[in-house]
């Protein structure tokens, strides 16, 4: 099983970015995937998950500024960034398969690097 992030990149607050994480392997088609992300001296953090079915949950951080979506033909989960803030400047990984909420999955990608300038 792989996961393959890119996307990640430099951009003003304000601006917006897109990620995607394309996933082989059995794992994906099945099961609910995920995004959390990693600041420097900060603990790993849930960002957003999405099921089979398409429904999602959002850390209150990003509510109303992120979308994460899946590509289930193409076994790709995908994550809209708008309204970045330096804040969310952070390595971006996928995680799955998330059995539960709050639990990541077996399986991560490299991280992608995200920076957000003032």
């Known amino acids: 099983v792989q996961l393959v992030e890119s996307g990640g990149g430099l951009v003003q607050a304000g601006g917006s970015l897109r990620v995607s994480c394309a996933a082989s392997g059995s794992i994906f088609s099945i099961n609910t995937m995920g995004w959390y992300r990693q600041a420097p001296g900060k603990q790993r953090e849930l960002v957003a998950v999405?099921?089979?079915?398409?429904?999602?949950k959002y850390a209150d951080s990003v509510k109303g500024r992120f979308t994460i979506s899946r590509d289930n033909a193409k076994n790709t989960v995908y994550l809209q960034m708008n309204s970045l803030k330096p804040e969310d400047t952070a390595v971006y990984y996928c995680?799955?398969?998330?059995?539960?909420?709050?639990?990541?999955?077996?399986?991560w990608g490299q991280g992608t690097q995200v920076t957000v300038s003032s």
């Open positions: 999405i099921t089979v079915i398409g429904s999602t």
């Open positions: 995680n799955g398969p998330i059995i539960r909420l709050g639990v990541p999955g077996d399986y």
